[in-house]
T-cell receptor, first 115, second 114 residues
């Protein structure tokens, strides 16, 4: 049962424009949401996160928005650069754990930024 | 900065054989996770360890086992390998209270079962 969903398997954006990657989740107990970037033959790399007590977090060109009522988050990349071309995974972890915080991943969105 | 080290990077095994994957977490990280990523799939959580004790269990088959040693490195043991076990296996580590950064992933071990 996929608790984190990324419904767009791919996205193509022109360099300099905004990239918007979307993510939906079903488990209301998730309280931390993260975006990872993954290049082929490499492990996922942490990009940005947001706590469920916030609705926006910004880090340079990357902004994550969280809409708890809609159980939806999005990652905005502005401006998009060719080096941003990668697979982006949305992930979430549960608010309760006495032993660690395993990540639930979406299936990923492949972003292609064209010059 | 030191990252999560996994070995080997690539492994080819035959059906019904056994494989052992190793993971060396970032120093001072107290939690280790194992994930399996099949072709075109998202990483699936298998198992985690906190301070050398198994802490959480995901979709790990009974044929697989894992442990974390006194030096904090972890090993994933896979027996009676099946073709469907072919996948990328990631190890990740984190500081227990550092939730904002999730976990740091290694480069993965690509297991091919033939």
């Amino acid at each position: 049962d996929q608790q984190v969903k990324q419904n767009s398997p791919s996205l193509s954006v022109q360099e300099g424009r905004i990239s918007i990657l979307n993510c939906d989740y079903t488990n209301s107990m998730f309280d931390y949401f993260l975006w990872y970037k993954k290049y082929p033959a490499e492990g996922p790399t942490f990009l940005i996160s947001i706590s469920s007590i916030k609705d926006k977090n910004e880090d340079g060109r990357f902004t994550v928005f969280l809409n708890k009522s809609a159980k939806h988050l999005s990652l905005h990349i502005v401006p998009s650069q060719p080096g941003d071309s990668a697979v982006y995974f949305c992930a979430a972890s549960l608010g309760y754990s006495n032993s660690g915080y395993a990540l639930n991943f979406g299936k990923g969105t492949s972003l292609l930024v064209t010059p | 900065a030191a990252g999560v080290i996994q070995s080997p990077r690539h492994l080819i095994k035959e059906k019904r054989e056994t494989a052992t994957l190793k993971c060396y977490p970032i120093p001072r990280h107290d939690t280790v996770y194992w994930y399996q990523q099949g072709p075109g799939q998202d990483p699936q959580f298998l198992i985690s360890f906190y301070e050398k004790m198994q802490s959480d269990k995901g979709s790990i088959p009974d044929r697989f086992s894992a442990q974390q040693f006194s030096d904090y490195h972890s090993e994933l043991n896979m027996s009676s390998l099946e073709l469907g076990d072919s996948a990328l296996y990631f190890c990740a580590s984190s500081g227990y209270r550092d939730r904002a950064r999730g976990a740091f992933f290694g480069q993965g071990t690509r297991l091919t079962v033939v």
